[in-house]
């Protein structure tokens, strides 16, 4: 770019791991061979796998994205004043910015908004989301993460007129206590006095009701659960036959979370042989797949606190369902 030239609405860097491949077999297999097994719920999204959620969130038994909305559709406004009026709204795990738009149209509503940064794993819907965005808010500037953020959080830029890091969709609640805690913690390192973390998280609520909406009586869940074992048949040469598993989702009080399983219906073996892996199941024999954690506004706080991260604001859905809280250094 030449001295004085204006810069582009539109920079998308990509920093994606070239052994990507590679990292997946060393999950798969150290998850396999764990006891008790367990797979990372992140291989549950394949083109199918992504289907399968879209089809979960218009449930009327789940009720997390639709109570998620109905804050940003009605309460946008009064987030981005409670966060001081960002300059810049990062989202991580961004896709199409289908949620966020409510955001980013409160903030241009106050003219304080200047940069967009999406970071996800897809440059495709990456670049096609900003190129959507740039038309249809004028002066947008759309600064592009294609990467892994677990990895790679530490690129994201730096802020002018402050930063709000939106991490929605209940995510936070699918990491185990340790790796929440570091995670916010590295939040907690990358936010500026005047920034602010945006956070989405399922509350607690009666048991019935959560195990319903993980184990809908069409079978959407489930199937979304087996899909797991399709990644890995296609990936790894695999054998799963999934009429061998059954969908388990029930809630763990004790730790406030769904706790989401498959379980073997009888004693089997599954080759992968793209792992050169032979696996064996005892009958009855449980792997599990996906924790949900659920919070309370205590708890949450508490979260906070111990990432050196200070409670800012808290809103909820009208049914008091869901949260989506802010938080700051």
């Known amino acids: 770019m030449s001295p004085g030239a204006a810069a582009e609405p539109i920079e998308i860097e990509v920093h994606l791991r070239a ?3 590679a990292g997946m077999a060393r999950d798969i297999r150290l998850g396999l061979t764990a006891r008790p097994k367990e797979l990372a719920p992140k291989y549950f999204y394949d083109e199918r796998g992504s289907q399968l959620f879209e089809q979960i969130t218009e449930l009327e038994e789940y009720y997390p994205t639709r109570a998620e909305r109905e804050i940003l559709a009605e309460r946008s406004a009064e987030i981005v004043a409670a966060a001081g009026e960002p300059g810049t709204l990062v989202e991580l795990g961004s ?5 966020t738009r409510h955001l980013l149209s409160a903030m241009h509503e106050v003219e304080c908004l200047a940069t967009y940064v999406p970071v996800d794993i897809s440059e495709q819907i990456t670049r096609e989301t900003a190129e959507a965005l740039v038309e249809e808010y004028p002066g947008l500037a759309v600064r592009g993460l294609v990467c892994d953020f677990e990895h790679d ?3 994201i830029p730096n802020g002018g007129g402050g930063r709000l890091v939106a991490f929605l969709g209940g995510t936070i609640g699918n990491l185990y206590p340790d790796a929440r805690h570091d995670f916010l913690c590295r939040i907690a390192a990358l936010l500026e006095p005047g920034d ?3 956070l989405g998280t399922d509350l607690v609520k009666a048991r019935d009701r959560l195990e319903l909406a993980y184990d809908d009586p069409g079978g959407v869940t489930a199937e979304f659960n087996k899909n797991v074992l399709q990644v890995l048949n ?5 054998d799963f036959d999934l009429d061998r598993f059954a969908h ?3 809630y763990d009080a004790e730790s406030t979370r769904m706790d989401i399983r498959l ?3 009888a004693e089997q073996t599954v080759r992968l042989d793209g792992l050169d892996l032979t696996v064996r199941f005892a009958a009855g024999e449980e792997m599990r797949t996906e924790i949900s954690t659920k919070f309370t506004r205590e708890a949450l706080e508490g979260v906070y606190r111990e990432a050196d991260l200070r409670p800012d604001g808290w809103f909820t859905d009208a049914a008091g369902d869901y949260a989506l809280s802010l938080a700051s250094v």
Do not use: C, N, P
Not at 95 to 99: D, I, N, Q, R
Not at 234 to 238: K, L, P, V
């Open 19 to 21: 052994d990507g491949g």
């Open 95 to 99: 896709g199409s910015a289908t949620k």
């Open 153 to 155: 959080l530490e690129r």
């Open 196 to 198: 602010r973390i945006l």
């Open 234 to 238: 296609r990936e790894f040469g695999g």
């Open 248 to 250: 388990v989702a029930r």
């Open 263 to 265: 379980r073997s219906l």
